[in-house]
């Protein structure tokens, strides 16, 4: 039975739980950092680039014919994370998480017995996104604040130190291991991987979990008197609408370099394993900017901390486009930039969201924020190897991306200033 809420309790009171000992909390942030270390993002997403030639050179396709895969992925993802936070609110997270892990292992499993079929490829992929969107941020740190409340973000980013780790060493082992094993029996063996590390990662969390639990009404109770807008509302003024399309633009721009960014180097001459060392330095740039991008935004105005992190996105570009592209060191240093601009958006997104639209419908509207930045994170691998198809060159592509992220830095400065800050100097 839930507790009664009186009328004037935040849905942050739904927060608070039951005193935990410091080590439990541990435990707690250790397991859904190892199961976002093991999920969707690090064991599928980071190392499609890595295997990109070598999936198009089995079935002799071209680049965009198998950058179908990371795009319905994403597309997946979009429509996965909203549906996996719809049933945890009636099966509860953990149900949730455990299915995610079982079935994007077996999705995975079905991609290394891909037949030459678009549909097909283009179907597992949707459907590792889709169950996948489980294993990501979407999931498991959908749970921690029911532990946290005062060191929530704290907890936050030392969990998405997983998903930097696993992003850094996984195109690294991709790339070793492709040696010995083809595309095909890597996939295999990763959804094995996924499957038992993803488990131990859920178990390790959830058999440490408070488990006290509030009823829908509680919820709607609570929001119901919270400060905010609500989504409708906030669609109606310009804030949503820039905030998505920057979101759009930015992630289209930096996924569609990351993805492509071992082939690019491989065509540099530069070999598969400088591409596959950037890819992982991509993975360890997000991991900085996870862990130290809520410190700054709790002290620096949220928009130039944006505009600052897309113009360090654009810096990886220039390198791209220019002469410095042919010296490894350099290629390491963009794919590192790439990093910590798209990693900055984790936390990005739902603090501006919160900061702009307030708490009262937080939920709804940073889910189509997210969904936003998904698909163009979706739409990026795509249009990159079309234009390299097309043209046969990624020169074109890298300098859209760049005039995308100077455009970003720039339009995100629009938002102007927090609505509360307006309010109280009126």
């Not at 959908?142 to 998405?160: E, I, Q, S, W």
């Not at 006290?212 to 609500?230: I, N, R």
């Not at 949503?240 to 399309?245: D, G, K, R, Y």
């Not at 890819?279 to 105005?301: M, N, Q, T």
Request: aromatic content about 12%; charged content about 10%; glycine content about 14%.
């Amino acid at each position: 039975m839930s507790s009664p809420l009186s009328t004037k309790m935040m849905p942050s009171a739904l927060e608070a739980v039951s005193p935990i000992s410091k080590a439990t909390s541990i435990w707690i942030v250790c397991g859904a950092a190892i199961g976002l270390m093991f999920g969707f993002g690090p064991m599928f997403f980071s190392v499609t680039g890595v295997f990109l030639k070598p999936m198009a050179a089995t079935f002799g396709w071209g680049r965009a014919d198998v950058a179908v895969l990371p795009m319905f992925s994403m597309v997946g993802t979009a429509l996965g994370a909203p549906v996996g936070g719809f049933l945890a609110d009636r099966l509860g997270w953990s149900k949730v998480v455990a299915g995610a892990i079982v079935f994007m292992a077996i999705s995975m499993a079905a991609l290394a017995a891909a037949p030459a079929n678009h549909a097909y490829f283009a179907i597992v992929g949707l459907l590792i996104g889709f169950f996948g969107a489980g294993t990501t941020a979407a999931g498991y740190l959908g749970v921690l604040p029911r532990v946290f409340d005062k060191r929530l973000g704290m907890a936050l980013g030392f969990a998405m130190i997983g998903t930097g780790l696993g992003g850094f060493l996984a195109p690294i082992a991709a790339n070793r291991f492709g040696a010995m094993m083809d595309w095909r029996q890597w996939y295999g063996a990763s959804a094995l991987v996924a499957l038992v590390l993803g488990i131990a990662a859920h178990r390790l969390m959830f058999r440490n979990l408070p488990a006290q639990q509030y009823s829908a009404a509680d919820v709607q109770a609570a929001a119901s008197v919270e400060a905010g807008l609500t989504l409708r509302e906030a669609m109606r003024g310009y804030r949503f609408w820039l905030l998505a399309s920057v979101m759009f633009v930015i992630s289209g721009a930096i996924l569609g370099g990351f993805v492509h960014l071992a082939p690019f180097a491989s065509d540099r001459g530069l070999g598969r394993t400088v591409g596959a060392e950037a890819a992982g330095l991509v993975g360890a740039g997000l991991a900085i900017a996870r862990v130290g991008l809520g410190v700054v935004l709790d002290r620096v105005f949220g928009p130039f901390v944006a505009c600052a992190a897309f113009l360090v996105g654009a810096l990886g570009f220039v390198i791209f486009v220019t002469s410095a592209s042919h010296v490894p060191s350099m290629i390491l240093l963009a794919a590192l930039l790439l990093g910590i601009s798209t990693g900055s958006e984790g936390d990005l997104i739902p603090f501006l969201a919160r900061r702009y639209f307030g708490k009262r419908s937080f939920g709804a509207i940073y889910g189509c924020l997210f969904g936003a930045a998904t698909l163009g994170g979706a739409a990026g691998p795509f249009v990159y190897g079309l234009a390299f198809d097309r043209l046969h060159s990624y020169t074109l592509v890298h300098e859209v991306s760049l005039a995308a992220c100077l455009l970003g830095a720039v339009g995100i400065l629009v938002m102007g200033r927090y609505p509360a800050e307006k309010a109280g100097n009126a």
